[in-house]
């Protein structure tokens, strides 16, 4: 007998076919109704007692509702609001005070401080560079602003001795410090202090000369750091005028610099004062009777109060 080739024929069972796109149709509307019923929770919370009851007996009569009651049975307080007869007298505008809005602003810029703050807090425990100079870093909120301040210590000093010249750390003190002042929009006062010995340095050249320069010296850093050059809005030099610990007035504490965050009331003070070139009588009694530098020697830290 020949031998025949054995043909092997496969069945392939199964297999549902192609379906088409009935069932996202079908999907689509699920999630119209989810949508819905969302938005329906969503109404309901936000309603009044006396809303949710309009609605109810809305549903309940529709049309008895419509002929006998208001044009717009179901308002959640954003409609217009309109008069139908001379019988009828509209509801009074929501008026907002001034005072309502500068006491809310004011509030916002609180949380805004303290939320800066505590970010600082957060940059000093992470950073390398400031765990490091943590001792000569002090942060308080006064009624300026948020203040930082970067004082001297017993062989560290922040500069030269008798000079502006900045000291390579006390410049990457400054770098960190840079990136969260440089995020916010407030306004930034920069302050140079000195203690109490004498500079003898050069004729003429005094504490006064050289706490402005060290202040200048800290605005220029900030600013090669990423601070805005418009974000800088004062800079002074105060000498040994308001030490901070007066016990001592030769104690390294009392070299240091000062950074303040302006709070606007602080910066509108600040541009008032300074925005006129000459000034009347009235104005210069007035500027002669501010107490701001009764203001930064009451705002000083104790130094019994601080933990080194």
């Not at 203690?195 to 706490?211: A, C, K, Q, V």
């Amino acid at each position: 007998m020949e031998d025949r080739p054995i043909v092997v024929k496969r069945v392939k069972k199964g297999g549902g076919g192609h379906h088409g796109g009935a069932w996202k149709v079908a999907f689509a509307d699920f999630a119209m109704a989810l949508m819905a019923f969302f938005l329906v929770m969503w109404v309901t919370q936000q309603a009044s007692p006396e809303q949710k009851e309009s609605i109810r007996q809305y549903f309940q009569d529709p049309i008895g509702f419509e002929e006998g009651g208001a044009p717009e049975p179901i308002d959640l307080g954003e409609g217009a609001q309109v008069a139908d007869g001379p019988g009828e007298t509209a509801p009074e505008e929501l008026r907002i005070d001034d005072d309502d809005v500068r006491d809310m602003a004011d509030s916002m810029e609180r949380r805004e401080t303290q939320q800066l703050m505590q970010e600082l807090d957060e940059k000093m425990s992470e950073s390398e560079t400031l765990q490091e100079f943590k001792d000569q870093l002090l942060i308080d909120i006064t009624d300026e602003g948020l203040r930082i301040q970067i004082v001297d210590r017993s062989q560290r000093p922040m500069f030269d001795s008798g000079s502006s010249d900045m000291k390579y750390y006390s410049e990457d003190i400054l770098f960190e410090l840079a990136q969260p002042l440089s995020g916010v929009s407030n306004k930034l006062s920069i302050t140079g202090h000195t203690d109490s010995t004498p500079f003898g340095g050069r004729p003429g050249y005094t504490n006064w000369e050289l706490s402005a320069d060290r202040a200048n010296t800290a605005r220029r850093t900030l600013v090669e750091a990423g601070v805005d050059e418009q974000q800088i809005g004062r800079v002074v030099g105060l000498a040994d005028s308001v030490l901070f610990d007066q016990d001592n007035p030769e104690a390294p504490v009392n070299r240091r610099i000062s950074i303040i965050v302006l709070s606007e009331s602080a910066r509108e003070a600040m541009e008032e004062r300074e925005a006129a070139d000459t000034a009347d009588d009235e104005t210069e009694q007035t500027l002669g009777d501010d107490d701001w530098m009764e203001r930064v020697e009451e705002q000083q830290v104790d130094e019994g109060e601080v933990s080194w």
